[in-house]
Nanobody, 128 residues
Framework: QVQFVESGGGLVQPGGSLRLSCAASGFTWDRYAIGWFRQAPGKEREGVSCIGRGNGVTKFAPSVRGRFTISRDNANKTVYLQMNSLKFEDTAVYYC?????????????????????WGQGIQVTVSS
């Protein structure tokens, strides 16, 4: 049974930081990339970042590049999304996802299509 435990969300002022965590279980960790997506009210779910099986390959949406970093603790099957310099437009429900690490996933990681498993989501609100 695939499970994700997402944590670290909450309310933060513009310019602040949050670190999201996604602890996973129930699938072969070493075969999967882990991604973070977000969905704001009235908008489609969009890819924020992803990380390959090791820590060698990372992807970022243009809107977060330079502000967000992603890392992976393989021993504890946990992925972290460090979010700095947060903006109002970063407000959304954030989801972690797992997908088989393939060339197709790397090419289309920003789409929901190649991702197999999804967490329940966690709210991030940037407000003054």
């Amino acid at each position: 049974q695939v499970q994700f435990v997402e944590s670290g969300g909450g309310l933060v002022q513009p310019g602040g930081s949050l670190r999201l965590s996604c602890a996973a279980s129930g699938f072969t960790w070493d075969r999967y990339a882990i991604g973070w997506f977000r969905q704001a009210p009235g908008k489609e779910r969009e890819g924020v970042s992803c990380i390959g099986r090791g820590n060698g390959v990372t992807k970022f949406a243009p809107s977060v590049r330079g502000r967000f970093t992603i890392s992976r603790d393989n021993a504890n099957k946990t992925v972290y999304l460090q979010m700095n310099s947060l903006k109002f437009e970063d407000t959304a429900v954030y989801y972690c996802a797992a997908g088989l690490y393939t060339s197709d996933l790397l090419a289309t990681w920003y789409s929901v299509r190649p991702w197999d498993y999804w967490g329940q989501g966690i709210q991030v609100t940037v407000s003054s």
